[in-house]
Structures are given as structure tokens and as C-alpha cells.
T-cell receptor
Framework: AQKVTQAQTEISVVEKEDVTLDCVYE???????LFWYKQPPSGELVFLIR??????QNEISGRYSWNFQKSTSSFNFTITASQVVDSAVYFC?????????????FGRGTSLIVHP | KAGVTQTPRYLIKTRGQQVTLSCSPI?????VSWYQQTPGQGLQFLFE???????NKGNFPGRFSGRQFSNSRSEMNVSTLELGDSALYLC??????????????FGPGTRLTVL
């Protein structure tokens, strides 16, 4: 069965600090997709990134970067120079693409609080 | 392009009643997925519809059902409501070519409270 672990329940930082959100996953499939979503207080999940299991290249988008390491089954998310607007709950998710299972699994989320 | 819309945004029901929630996907998207979010269980996948057919289903009792219309709009129904059904119900739309491995765009959710 697939599983996603976000061990950090809550992280508190001061504006301009860098912060890394951890995500560790378990799957038996060789083909799968990993996602990160942001959920601000309004409740709507906002898509941040989608990465397939065959692409281990790290990705950078502005202040956001992602580090995908299959060897450790991790897909970590770093925010550089955090801002108050980054305060939200961040979810990591896994969806398998083979074996007939298309049931996505979400981690429990990490609440990020950025203080001014 | 308009985003995913969900109606109603808030709903209060009593135990034993039934409820229907609606979701209109992004124009051109043919896949609609439903999720339940609760403090206790987190975010859980309910089901996915594509071209009016249920393509995938999570581990929820038969009281939870859904359907999709020819215009891709979707409804989910919960019958015989229980207190534990109180949750934020999120709908997500995607182009539909790759199931739930597609990039999904979420609506604002419907907050259901069961008294």
C-alpha cells in the first residue's frame, strides 16, 4: 500500500528564513507521481508541482525548490527567503500510475507559520 | 478561464438526512475527483469520474455516491448522514488523460456540518 509521511506537523519561522518541508513516501510501483499542494486559510488546495518517478531532476520555481531522491524515497520542498504569505498548510501527495491503482494518498500536512 | 466552482459553500444538516454537493470543473476538463478532509483522517480520496463514468473509488461506504453529467459537472451524494461526515469536501478537476496522476485543480470546497 502506498503511504506518505510528513513528519513535521508545524514549522514556525521568521520572515526571510529558508525552510524545508519533508516528505517521505512508500510505494511498490515503479511508476508514480508526486505532488505538493498549498492550502491557505481559505481552504482551497493550490497545486504547486507534479513530478513523475522517472524524473529525478530537482526543480526551482522562484523561491520554491524541490529535491526528489528516489534512493531515500523523499520529495522535499524548500522555500527560500520565506514571506508571511507563505503561511499555509502544505501537503505532499502520491499517486501510483501502474497496477491499476489510481487512488491518491496525501500526507497529513505541515503547517508553516511565517512571522513578520 | 474560470476555476473550479463548488456549491453550496456551507451546509448544515442533521443526522439521518441526505445531502447533495455540486462541482463544476474547469472548462474542457473531463475528470472530476472528490475528496473528504477532516481533522482526524486528513485528506482522503472519495472517487473520480471521467466521461460520466466512475473510474476510481476510495475506501468509503456505499452511503457516499456520485455522478457526472455530460457537461462534466459532477454531484456527490451522502445518504443517512452521520456526525463523522462533518468535513470539508473538495472537488478537483483535471483534463482526464491520466487519471488522478494528472495535475488537479481544486475548488474552494463545501463545508458540511452534521448536527
Amino acid at each position: 500500500a502506498q503511504k506518505v509521511t510528513q513528519a513535521q506537523t508545524e514549522i514556525s519561522v521568521v520572515e526571510k528564513e529558508d525552510v524545508t518541508l519533508d516528505c517521505v513516501y512508500e510505494t511498490r510501483d515503479t511508476t508514480y507521481y508526486l505532488f505538493w499542494y498549498k492550502q491557505p486559510p481559505s481552504g482551497e488546495l493550490v497545486f504547486l508541482i507534479r513530478r513523475n518517478s522517472f524524473d529525478e531532476q530537482n526543480e526551482i520555481s522562484g523561491r520554491y525548490s524541490w529535491n526528489f531522491q528516489k534512493s531515500t524515497s523523499s520529495f522535499n520542498f524548500t522555500i527560500t527567503a520565506s514571506q508571511v504569505v507563505d503561511s499555509a498548510v502544505y501537503f505532499c501527495a502520491l499517486s501510483e500510475a501502474s497496477g491499476g491503482s489510481y487512488i491518491p494518498t496525501f500526507g497529513r500536512g505541515t503547517s508553516l507559520i511565517v512571522h513578520p | 478561464k474560470a476555476g473550479v466552482t463548488q456549491t453550496p459553500r456551507y451546509l448544515i444538516k442533521t443526522r439521518g438526512q441526505q445531502v447533495t454537493l455540486s462541482c463544476s470543473p474547469i472548462s474542457g476538463h473531463r475528470s472530476v475527483s472528490w475528496y473528504q478532509q477532516t481533522p482526524g483522517q486528513g485528506l482522503q480520496f472519495l472517487f473520480e469520474y471521467f466521461s460520466e463514468t466512475q473510474r476510481n473509488k476510495g475506501n468509503f461506504p456505499g452511503r457516499f455516491s456520485g455522478r457526472q453529467f455530460s457537461n462534466s459537472r459532477s454531484e456527490m451524494n451522502v445518504s443517512t448522514l452521520e456526525l463523522g461526515d462533518s468535513a470539508l469536501y473538495l472537488c478537483a478537476s483535471a483534463t482526464g488523460t491520466a487519471g488522478t496522476t494528472d495535475t488537479q485543480y481544486f475548488g474552494p470546497g463545501t463545508r458540511l456540518t452534521v448536527l
